[in-house]
């Protein structure tokens, strides 16, 4: 009954803070949406912050759940680099609440470098760094690819991807010129970024392919 009424609460104040923000949401209006008083509610959180920061948790926390299964099997490093790019927009376009509340009110708070969220968004942008790292030992990436700058620069376009279509209320897919934008990014990291790069989804194995194809469809 307790696991249920931290959903509940956590539920509303998703919808609350998305809908009318933050700023302009209070521990009233969420124990109202959620069906209790304001004491039952301070049972579960100490206060509003603590709800803006329980949300996110739980969808990073599962995207950190997911990440291994999704680039297993997978090799290259650009082709694990679009994989990951793949996967993480397609969840960004289904969970666009959580999103929005990480992107729109959590990266604004003064406290978000200071909270576990950030400690596991930083475990989540780690795989991207490995990967950089592998396709620098493999001779796939340029050997004076500086891994931190080549992260920031993927990390950033993902952010960019998603903070627009989230300001533009979400009006076109995700997917729209994506296989372009990660082309773009990929002239920047290959060795030899003229081999060919246009076509690196082709090498990925046919079940991460069909599940790449499945996420574009959504």
């Known amino acids: 009954m307790k696991g249920n009424t931290k959903e509940r609460i956590i539920e509303s104040a998703k919808q609350l803070f998305a809908d009318q923000g933050y700023q302009k949401t209070t521990i009233m209006d969420i124990s109202r949406q959620a069906g209790l008083s304001d004491a039952a509610l301070y ?125 533009k209320d979400r009006s076109y897919s995700l997917f729209d010129n994506l296989e372009n934008i990660f082309d773009i990014v990929m002239d920047g990291f290959k060795s030899n970024p003229s081999s060919g790069n246009r076509r690196t989804h082709e090498t990925i194995p046919l079940a991460a392919e069909a599940d790449v194809q499945g996420s574009e469809k959504c």
Do not use: C
């Not at 599962?62 to 490093?77: S, Y």
């Not at 289904?94 to 968004?121: G, R």
């Not at 998603?162 to 300001?167: E, F, I, K, Q, Y």
């Open 43 to 167: 049972e579960y959180f100490r206060g509003k912050e603590d709800l803006l920061i329980a949300i996110p948790d739980l969808w990073v926390r599962e995207l950190l759940e997911d990440l291994d299964e999704q680039l297993f099997g997978i090799k290259g490093a650009a082709n694990k680099l679009r994989k990951f790019l793949w996967w993480y927009i397609r969840r960004v376009e289904h969970a666009p609440l959580d999103a929005k509340i990480v992107y729109l009110h959590l990266k604004t708070n003064s406290n978000f470098l200071a909270n576990e969220v950030y400690s596991n968004v930083k475990r989540l942008y780690s795989y991207i760094l490995d990967i950089i790292e592998e396709g620098r030992s493999s001779g796939e990436f340029r050997a004076d690819l500086m891994p931190n700058l080549a992260r920031d620069v993927f990390v950033g376009t993902m952010d960019h991807l998603v903070t627009r279509w989230l300001l």
